[in-house]
């Protein structure tokens, strides 16, 4: 073989290699450094009790509420997103004509350019005073607003994803139902969406992964109460959140230090999850 | 050109012109298709053949720049008409594809599809899905197994699915785009044998690269070539006394 190649061969195989290493990386260094939080609380009480007083004495490691803040607005996230990403998406795809489809493609594209903090600035500046008028609320930072700005950020990954879905089905499809008298509607609903639905499914999910994993905006809007939220209007304090919060006040090898790191692997946990049911959808449509 | 003696027909265009953009498809094209026959297109790859089929139920109406002068006349309606709801002449005129395009949904779901869109109920679905697949030759093949993927189906036997498909709508024509292109020879035949059959029910159009094929099953052949209706008649007629010099020279093979 010559030699230039061989060289470009190695190259790309070491890259490869590169991320796998560190991948099984960061995960060995999440289970060595978060699973010793079970030397303080059992897995019972972390993942069931509500009460995180990680700085009292004793402290307490239950991060139910935490899980509840994140599962509340990455819900909430959805509602909003799912509705305006899909709807965009078959705007895009299938109304829209190729002048505007031109403009408005990388319009929402842009969307998902735009920084986390960006958003964060305007969900603290901007719609949380909103909120406040608006709804009546005594505070403006809460889990309604945190879902309202997630569920924006995750529109561009769900409206992308579900065009790219919807413009792979063929366009014999869409003619054989018009040829049967159905109208585009009803083609769109009942031959297209189908025909695309293992792309709209992953879409959603990938929103969820990053609703439920982005950072910077739940820090700033959600309000950072660790308690299980009455209503939409509470404070909340969602994982990835409260790592970021404490993890620069937190001593190394601190029973707290070792209980972010369990937050981190639960977090990690459920985003895995979420990418092994995205291949699972992937893989089932090519069988 | 046309025999006056004819009765009347039961879709006709009226100095048909059709454009894509600036590209000038179809040329004044006059032509009758006569109720309960089979009558075939046929003329060399981009003749137009296709696209004039398609102006009998109004598909080109989905293509981007796409513009139509002239009437189509199903009976005294013209189906360009804007009074006209573009879906009931769908349903009136059913159309299958070049290659068989059944919907990723299971065979009785394909069938089922136009009656489902105009809200019939479950039981007369039943009883049309299956008439429907019994009159496109299908049932035997499929009755024990209508709830499996079309996909599961062969090709010839996912063509006679969108055959039965457009029949659940029970339409007054059926259009067939080359229906047997994409197909091996036996099941070509099949679908043939299947045409001679439903013209009994319905009146065909069929367009066709095969002028074998044209000469096996059609009792009017229209010869397209330009974008202009060169030739129009029976059959029998055409094959053996073309009247026009090309459409001799393309039944003999000399272009195509």
């Known amino acids: 073989m010559d030699f230039k190649e061989k060289i470009f061969q190695s190259i790309t195989y070491i890259a490869s290699i590169c991320t796998i290493v560190f991948l099984f990386g960061i995960i060995l260094s999440l289970f060595f450094e978060g699973l010793p939080v079970l030397n303080f609380t059992s897995i019972k009480d972390f993942l069931f009790s509500k009460d995180w007083y990680p700085t009292m004495f004793p402290p307490k490691f239950g991060i139910l509420s935490l899980i509840a803040g994140s599962f509340v607005v990455t819900l909430g996230a959805l509602v909003i997103s799912i509705p305006l990403g899909l709807g965009a998406a078959i705007y895009i795809s299938e109304i829209a004509n190729k002048r505007v489809k031109e403009i408005l493609k990388p319009l929402i594209e842009l969307l998902a350019g735009i920084p986390s903090v960006v958003y964060g600035l305007f969900g603290m500046a901007f719609l949380s005073p909103f909120l406040i008028k608006v709804f009546q609320v005594p505070i403006g930072l809460n889990a309604f607003n945190a879902s309202i700005i997630l569920g924006i950020m995750v529109v561009p990954i769900i409206s992308s994803m579900s065009e790219d879905a919807l413009s792979t089905v063929p366009n014999s499809l869409r003619e054989a139902s018009l040829a049967l008298g159905a109208n585009k509607w009803e083609t769109i609903m009942k031959v297209v969406l189908p025909a695309a639905k293992s792309g709209v499914i992953s879409s959603i999910i990938l929103g969820f992964g990053r609703a439920i994993g982005e950072t910077m905006v739940v820090l700033m809007v959600a309000g950072g109460a660790a308690q299980i939220p009455d209503s939409i209007f509470d404070p909340v304090r969602p994982m990835p959140a409260t790592v970021a919060a404490e993890m620069g006040e937190t001593a190394i090898g601190t029973p707290h230090f070792h209980a972010l790191f369990g937050i981190a692997i639960i977090l990690f946990i459920i985003t895995f999850i979420s990418i092994l049911i995205i291949e699972f959808v992937v893989m089932r449509r090519k069988k | ?256």
């Open chain 2, 1 to 256: 050109m046309v025999n006056k003696t004819q009765k009347t027909a039961h879709i006709s265009t009226e100095n048909l012109n059709l454009w894509f953009d600036d590209n000038h498809v179809l040329k004044d094209i006059n032509i009758p298709i006569y109720d309960k026959k089979v009558t075939a297109m046929i003329g060399p790859s981009g003749c137009g053949k296709s696209t004039m089929l398609r102006c009998f139920n109004r598909m080109n109406d989905l293509i981007p720049g796409c513009k139509i002068k002239g009437k189509v006349n199903l009976y005294d309606q013209n189906i360009y008409d804007s009074k006209v709801d573009v879906t009931d002449v769908r349903t009136k005129v059913g159309m299958v594809f070049q290659r068989p395009n059944p919907f990723p949904k299971s065979i009785y779901k394909n069938v089922a599809y136009g009656l489902k869109v105009r809200g019939e109920k479950k039981a007369k679905i039943d009883e049309l899905v299956e008439k429907s697949l019994k009159d496109a030759w299908l049932w035997d093949e499929v009755k024990d197994r209508l709830h499996e993927s079309a996909f599961s189906l062969s090709g010839g036997q996912q063509q006679r699915l969108c055959i039965a498909r457009a029949l659940a709508n029970n339409p007054e024509i059926l259009l067939l785009d080359e229906p047997t292109s994409a197909l091996d020879p036996q099941s070509t035949a099949k679908i043939e044998e299947l045409c001679l059959e439903l013209k009994n029910k319905v009146t065909i159009l069929i367009v066709t690269h095969n002028i074998a094929q044209a000469g096996r099953i059609s009792d009017y052949t229209a010869f397209i070539f330009l974008g202009e209706l060169v030739e129009f008649a029976p059959t029998k007629e055409m094959f053996t006394v073309p009247k026009d010099s090309r459409t001799e020279q393309y039944l003999s093979g000399a272009f195509g």
